[in-house]
């Protein structure tokens, strides 16, 4: 419990841990774990208790959250970099409205952004300086998991129907997100949504080191992006109404 209220700030070096490494792989069993587990009691469940699963993701959400900023604040850690303006922290707040008033665009952003990114924060994240034993370390991958975990469990119950065509409307909705915030970090002098330089280990470091700029890297891997998420949705549709022609036939 030495570093317990410690950050990649203030944390001695040394006493993180490896990518891929044991504990690193524990994590990513337990968010495939608990993502499979979670999809199979929604897919079970009745519309009340669907409703009552959803209330209890996004509550968990919010309390990981604060349980942050409790810490921070109680160590003396907390600044402006901590405030909830990265994708994943403003996706803490798109859930909790979701729950309450899910609409389409919102669904396809949480399919479409809010997945990818907290994978991309699980399988590369920016906090192995921290140990186990330490609220950051805690904090950011559970954060992640139930992120990702709140639409994968609302698509595999059919809540969240994800649809190529509201991609503008997704791209929009994020631009007027990161438009602002672009200008929050010129005036505090923060990096939110990395959009003024990549953390260390963040895969758009290879953009920078590549091209001279990790910006490349947001129109270089929307497109990835896209298409790992959309076409295996293209395809089981395809393959649906083709089941569905074929049954009509006969």
């Excluded at 140990?131 to 994968?152: D, E, G, Q, R």
């Excluded at 409307?169 to 915030?181: D, G, Q, S």
């Excluded at 790992?228 to 569905?244: D, G, S």
Aim: charged letters at 15%; hydrophobic letters at 55%; aromatic letters at 14%.
């Amino acid at each position: 419990m030495e570093y317990f209220i410690e950050t990649v700030d203030t944390i001695v070096e040394g006493v993180g841990f490896s990518y891929y490494g044991p504990l690193h792989i524990m994590w990513i069993s337990i968010f495939i774990g608990f993502a499979i587990f979670m999809s199979v009691i929604y897919r079970k469940s009745d519309a009340k208790k669907r409703d009552k699963l959803r209330k209890i993701m996004a509550a968990a959400i919010v309390a990981d959250e604060i349980w942050k900023v409790f810490w921070l604040t109680l160590g003396g850690n907390y600044t402006v970099d901590y405030l909830p303006l990265h994708l994943c922290s403003i996706n803490i707040f798109i859930i909790a409205y979701h729950v309450f008033k899910p609409n389409k665009v919102i669904d396809n952003f949480l399919y479409a952004a809010c997945i990818p990114g907290a994978l991309a924060a699980l399988l590369a994240p920016t906090w192995i300086e921290l140990p186990f034993l330490n609220f950051m370390h805690l904090h950011s991958f559970t954060i992640h998991i139930l992120l990702a975990t709140y639409p994968i469990m609302l698509v595999a119950g059919g809540d969240i129907v994800p649809d190529i065509k509201m991609l503008p409307k997704l791209i929009l909705f994020a631009l007027c997100m990161a438009v602002p915030i672009y200008f929050v970090n010129l005036a505090l002098d923060t990096n939110f949504m990395f959009l003024m330089r990549p953390d260390s280990g963040n895969p758009l470091e290879l953009f920078e080191k590549l091209l001279g700029s990790h910006l490349w890297g947001f129109p270089i891997l929307l497109p990835v992006v896209i298409l790992i998420m959309y076409i295996p949705i293209l395809i089981t549709n395809k393959i649906k109404k083709q089941h569905k022609s074929q049954e009509q036939t006969n």
